[in-house]
Each structure stands twice: as C-alpha cells, then as structure tokens.
C-alpha cells in the first residue's frame, strides 16, 4: 500500500500530532548525529567525537533539540492506546508485548545480522585495526574492526536506545495498570525519585544516580499516558506554560554557579572541574559529568518543558497535519522509521568512506570550513540513507491485512 494510499485512509479520529511528533524526533536524531560528528581516522579505526564538548555555546542547541524525552512521550501514548486495544480483543498482555517487541526487533535483527556479516569479512580480510575486547578478562578476543568501541555513533550507536524502549515495551502492561490505579501519584513519585537518585548519587554513591534511568526516562512515558486518556488535553494552557517556563528555569538555575556556591568548595566534589550540572543534555567527551549518561534531573526538566511546548503547539499542528502534504510526508516517515533510526549512522559511514579520500571532513577544529563542510556529508548521507531505505524499509512495514 502505497503512502498516498494510507494517509487516504486515514481514520478522523487519528491524533495525527503523535505521528507527527514521532516522525520529527527521529529526523533530529538522524540530522543532529550527522551535524555534531567530529570525524577522525587513527590507524585503521574510525572514531568519533562530539562537536557540542568543544564548540563554544552549541550546548544550547541540546536544551532545544534533546527529543527522546518526546519520543518516550508518544510512546506512552501509544503504548496504552495499543495495550487497552489488545485487551479488548481479547489477546493476552504477553500477545501485546510479543507484538510490540516483533515490530521493533525485526528490523533490528536484519540490522545486525547485516553489519555481523560484515565484521566477519572485515576479520576474515584483517581489514581495519582489532578494537579491544567486548568484556574485560577476555583479552585474546576482538569483537569489531575498524571501528572503536564502544561505538558510541559509528554505526552502532542507536542501539542503546533500542535496548532501552525495549525494556520499556515489556514494562507497558505494568506502567498502564499504575497510571489506572495511582493517575497523578506515579508521576509525584518519580519526581521525588528522580530527586533523590541525584542528591544521593552525587553526595554519596554515583551507582545511586542509575536509578533515574527509571524515574528520568519512564516520566515522559508516564505522561503518555496521559495524553492517551485525554486527561492532559483538558487541562489548562497554562499548566503547559507553567512547564515551558518551570523546566526552563530549572535547568538555568541548575546549570549555573549561584545555587551550588551556597553548599561551598564541596560543590566541586559533586561536580569535578565545574561545581554545578554541565549545560550540555548530551554527554561529551570533555565533561567529568554527564547529564544523559544516566539521566539527571536537567534531563528530566528537558523533558518536561518540551512536553509542555508540544502541548502548546498541539492544536495548531493537528489543523496544519489535516493538509495532504504534510500529513502524507509523516504517514512516509513513520512508516520507515525504524530503518531510518538504525542505519543512519551507517549511511553516514558510506559518505565518510566517499568523501574523506577528498579531504572533506577532516576538519577537527569547529570553524567555519568544519560547518560548511557539512552541507556535502548532509547531502550524501541522505542519499545513501534514502538508497537504504528502499532496499531494507520493506521489512519494517506490517503485513496488510
């Protein structure tokens, strides 16, 4: 079925603003990971740094862009939407799980058993240098080639992610029976969590700051939920204000000296080098601390003001997504979104291995050559991924039924 066809058949009671929502937050995942690559070739490995840690004020662009918060916001809406289908249907909650898993793992599968074949010609070939092993103890054996690990973007880097929403695709029916039963409680609890994860896991133990990979994550989750029932579309605008301004606030009060310099010179034993939360919402190289790798309470503000912004916005997107175009373009893109999130790293590997014998890329100070010499690997990383797309979507899409 064609995408014209689909978005043809398009049901009126469809929240198209979820699609849509989905579609642009994979698309800033795949142009920001292609922008903010800082490339290297060190005998025989291709490594990877990131733009934000060495490029003065980009840090900005991450409170703005930092959208897995969203992506876990829909897939709170689509989780129990899909769930409380299933249930009526009679299907058990391992059917639900079972299928959920299926449509993210099979076009999982075919990415690695690709990229596994791959790595056995490039040892069979003793092409690229042998990186160090996967697990420590295990010194005499070498899981990848030519690349560093862990892979932190080149080409393997999406997968943590995946691994991840897995965990929360099996947790659904659980997280679902909590918003029924406790509503609001949840989303107090994991606040107070997240809170408390991040005063005990800078003050006392750093293995207590893992613990907001739960609260920090499953919050937007949570709040999928919410909108899934339709409880968050009649609450007022200015609750969504309230968020916007409140999570933006947060995040200038917790990443800045003011508050931190009331606690002392013990300020730097929390925050080694700075004495406060780093600004970047992504982890870099240059920063002892990291506010994605676990999540922090900055991740979390992130997440609830670009909830509250979306929220905002969400009436005026659901009248433009009522035009064909727009409508058809997120039918198209969510219809092969799992192919475009896995092998955009790859289709940026094909624009380096085209591109670097040229020159061009191998810029290692963010300067105005660095940027311009992006509009090339934009551009031929897009067509290596649409070229990619063709040939492995059609395993992502389901089955007519």
Not at 91 to 109: C, D, E, G, N, Y
Not at 199 to 223: E, I, K, T, Y
Not at 364 to 389: C, D, M, N, Q
Request: glycine share 10%; aromatic share 14%; charged share 15%.
């Amino acid at each position: 079925m064609s995408v014209a066809d689909l978005a043809a058949r398009t049901p009126v009671t469809r929240d198209r603003t979820v699609d849509f929502l989905r579609a642009a937050s994979i698309l800033t995942v795949v142009v920001g990971h292609w922008l903010i690559v800082v490339l290297w070739w060190d005998g025989g490995v291709i490594r990877a740094t990131n733009a934000i840690g060495i490029t003065r004020g980009l840090w900005l662009a991450t409170w703005a862009l930092q959208v897995m918060p969203i992506f876990f916001f829909v897939g709170g809406f689509s989780n129990l939407i899909s769930y409380e289908s299933a249930r009526r249907k009679g299907q058990t909650r391992w059917a639900f799980v079972r299928r959920r898993m299926w449509r993210l793992l099979k076009p999982s599968l075919l990415f690695l058993g690709i990229w596994g074949v791959v790595q056995i010609g490039l040892h069979l070939a003793d092409v690229g240098a042998a990186r160090p092993p996967l697990l420590p103890g295990a010194e005499t054996t070498t899981l990848l080639r030519g690349m560093d690990f862990p892979p932190a973007t080149i080409p393997f880097g999406p997968l943590w992610f995946l691994v991840v929403y897995l965990v929360v695709v099996i947790i659904a029916p659980v997280t679902v029976a909590l918003h029924r039963r406790f509503r609001w409680n949840v989303i107090w609890v994991m606040l107070a969590g997240a809170v408390a994860a991040d005063l005990l896991g800078f003050g006392v133990d750093s293995l207590f700051r893992w613990a907001n990979v739960v609260f920090v994550l499953l919050l937007p989750h949570q709040f999928g939920h919410f909108l899934a029932d339709g409880t968050l579309d009649r609450l007022s605008r200015r609750i969504y204000w309230a968020m916007v301004v409140g999570g933006l606030a947060g995040l200038l009060v917790l990443t800045n000296p003011p508050l931190f310099e009331l606690a002392g010179d013990v300020r730097f034993d929390w925050f080694p080098g700075i004495g406060y939360y780093p600004k970047s919402l992504l982890g870099t190289e240059g920063e002892l601390v990291s506010n994605a790798y676990p999540p922090t309470l900055c991740y979390l503000l992130a997440g609830i003001w670009t909830i509250g912004a979306a929220m905002l916005l969400r009436p005026r997107l659901q009248r433009w997504l009522e035009r064909p175009r727009p409508w058809r373009f997120t039918i198209g893109v969510n219809a092969v979104i799992m192919t475009l999130f896995l092998w955009h790293m790859t289709a940026f590997l094909l624009a380096i291995f085209t591109l670097w014998p040229l020159g061009i890329g191998q810029q290692h100070e963010t300067g105005v050559r660095f940027w311009l010499e992006k509009v090339p690997y934009l551009a031929l990383s897009g067509a290596y991924l649409a070229g990619i797309v063709v040939i492995f979507g059609r395993f992502e899409r389901p089955k007519p039924a």
